[in-house]
């Protein structure tokens, strides 16, 4: 959901078009809701993108070295 952040697993199924979410009620098209998150997303403080982005980058590797 753009507006609370809520994650509804039910819109992984393709076939779900619109949903409502179910913590703060609004009704969302699918397709909309997606372009609105990415847009955040490629608009938050640099600094917070490339924080969030080395946070996940370290994860990957975490994990690749554990797997060796």
């Given at each position: 959901c753009h507006v609370c952040g809520t994650k509804n697993p039910e819109t992984k199924n393709?076939?779900?078009?619109e949903w409502i979410c179910a913590k703060c009620k609004t009704s969302h098209d699918r397709d909309r809701n997606a372009a609105i998150n990415i847009w955040k997303v490629g608009?938050?403080?640099s600094l917070e993108r490339y924080?969030?982005?080395c946070y996940l980058v370290g994860k990957y590797r975490f994990i690749q070295e554990s797997l060796h």
């Open positions: 393709l076939a779900v078009r608009h938050q403080p924080s969030k982005t």
